[in-house]
């Protein structure tokens, strides 16, 4: 969470690559596990859908399997929120050391993170890709989920100061015991704020323990991918072999969804910036930073592609290298448009495919909660997954939802990572330009490479 350029991007770089390689293999299999586990569970629904002894068999033995899997995910989310997030935190307290630059940093992120929450809001309110079931089919999902949910408190926001009430805990130790994870995260929120307002000497002992505490989800996180392709063919199995090859449409309207957000975010929301707010050519741009979005593309993970993004900033983006140093550094953990997108997206899917109706208000708090959970969300394949669970929980859906996404994650989080680098390059090049410093490079095969002052640039 340092946000010193050199030494987090050196660090990165050798523990992501180890991490990538690891997971590659995993999501791999995983695909793998999810076509075997999807197909086996159609034909046995087709064959002896209904039967005593298929539901045995699902029932006694491969969705326990399933569940297992998942909780191990569950178990370290209340570590993962309390570490993530208060060190998320701890990274933007600097920013009353760095000033202009800061602040600048935190505007942009906020409202391009919430941009893309709203877009895929949208998108999922109006193509509602979680819909078509049969009524008994998913009432029958709902029994199915709510008998291996996690203990949750009231989906219900109480109105006026009771909704305040309710997100400030008494007792945090008793919010994430209860399961309470939206009290849990305005925990670690203050609690971050709090490491900030300490003195550095006086919590050094304590930041170390919750980096330690950090490291050790991720590891966990990263054993749990390497079991994940048994468990995605166990629950792929039990949602097939009880409701048939139909439920695999509403996952490919929830793949079309959610590329279908990021492309608007890329195009729209990240061209306009770069038009207004930067006054460089948007299209010149996405050229300019192409080999770093192929190398996020292909690695899954913000962090692994830091290096490359740092330098291809100052070379052929003219961002200023303090500028690029500060906003890319915590851009790649704190910065996760795609990320942020992708956890709102899934939500209300999973809340249209169980048939649990949000309201305005509920919907309002999954845009809050995305944006924030973006923030502690690690740069690394796999790690928007953990993230994903204090979300439906807050909003009282069943955690083991999860689990049917599980199976596109990794093309899902290649194509994610993408919007996340690139709003990180975006962010960088808006408040390189509001501090009168951007010298964008015009490229183009008839000038070479040049660079211009912003104001000069030629028209796409």
Known sequence: MTLD???????????DSVLRHSADR?????LMGLIVGALAGGVMNALWGGSAALMWFVEGITEPLGHLFLRLIFMIVVPLLLSALSLGVLGLGDLRAVG??????????????TLAVLIGILLVNTIRPGEGMAEAMRANLRGTAQEGRLSVAAAET?????????????????????????????????FGIGLTLAPPERIQTLTAFLEGLYEVTMAIVALAMRI?????????????ARFGFGVLRNLAAFVLVVLLGLALHHFVTYSILLRFAAGIPPLRFFRAASPVLLTAFSTSSSNATLPLTLRLAQERLGIPRDVGNFVLTLGSTANQNGTALFEG???????????????????????????????GTAGVPGG?????????????????????????????????????????????????AWDGRLRFPALGPEDGEHSQAVGAVPPD
């Open 5 to 15: 350029a050199k030494s987090s991007s050196q660090g990165a770089e050798g523990e």
């Open 100 to 113: 202009r630059v800061g602040v600048r940093t935190l505007l942009v992120t906020v409202v391009i993170s």
């Open 228 to 240: 994940a392709p048994y468990g995605v063919a166990c629950l792929l199995f039990s949602l097939t």
């Open 384 to 432: 928007s997954l953990p993230m994903i669970v204090p979300v439906l929980v807050a909003v009282g859906l069943p955690a083991e939802g999860i689990g049917i996404i599980l199976g596109v994650d990794r093309f899902l989080d290649m194509c994610r990572t993408v919007l996340n680098v690139s709003g990180d390059l975006t962010a960088a090049a808006v408040v390189a």
């Open 158 to 190: 109480a109105p006026g100061l009771g909704a305040l009430f309710r997100i400030l805990p008494d007792n945090p130790v008793r919010a994430a015991a209860q399961g309470d994870m939206l009290a849990v995260m305005f925990f670690a929120l203050v």
């Open 26 to 30: 995993s999501y791999r299999a995983m």
């Open 345 to 375: 997206v899934t939500v209300l899917f999973l809340a249209q495919f169980f048939g649990v109706p949000l309201t305005w208000s509920q919907q309002l708090l999954v845009v809050v909660m995305a944006v924030l959970a973006g923030i």
